[in-house]
């Protein structure tokens, strides 16, 4: 069994910036590729980045690139994510995904694995 848990999320003025992390856990697990979404009261989960595991090719969605920046431990399977510049409009729950599928990286269906989020809240 695959465990993700999210860390580093909290409160940050406009402007700011905050750090996530994202652990893996388990013993034989090998992903394929690992990405961050968000979701925002009432609204769908939003693809925000991805990272591919083989050879660490960066994926963002329009709304985050050039602001957010993704990055692997490829010994320790953890993902991060450097976010940057940030705006009222980029709070929400942000969800760590892995994948051991093929496929587009900005799908959720591409993902297995979920984490159970970590709440970002930034202010004007």
């Known amino acids: 069994q695959v465990e993700l848990v999210e860390s580093g999320g909290g409160w940050a003025q406009a402007g700011g910036s905050l750090n996530l992390s994202c652990a893996a856990s388990?013993?034989?697990?090998?992903?394929?590729?690992m990405g961050w979404f968000r979701q925002a009261p009432e609204k769908e989960r939003e693809y925000v980045a991805a990272?591919?595991?083989?050879?660490?090719?960066?994926f963002y969605a329009d709304s985050v690139k050039g602001r957010f920046t993704i990055s692997r431990d490829n010994a320790q399977i953890m993902v991060y994510l450097q976010m940057g510049s940030l705006t009222p409009e980029d709070t929400a729950v942000y969800y760590c995904a892995a994948s051991t599928n093929s496929g587009r990286v900005s799908r959720p269906r591409f993902y297995n694995y979920w984490g159970q989020g970590t709440q970002v809240t930034v202010s004007s």
């Open positions: 990272i591919e595991w083989s050879d660490a090719t960066t």
């Open positions: 388990g013993s034989t697990f090998s992903p394929t590729a």
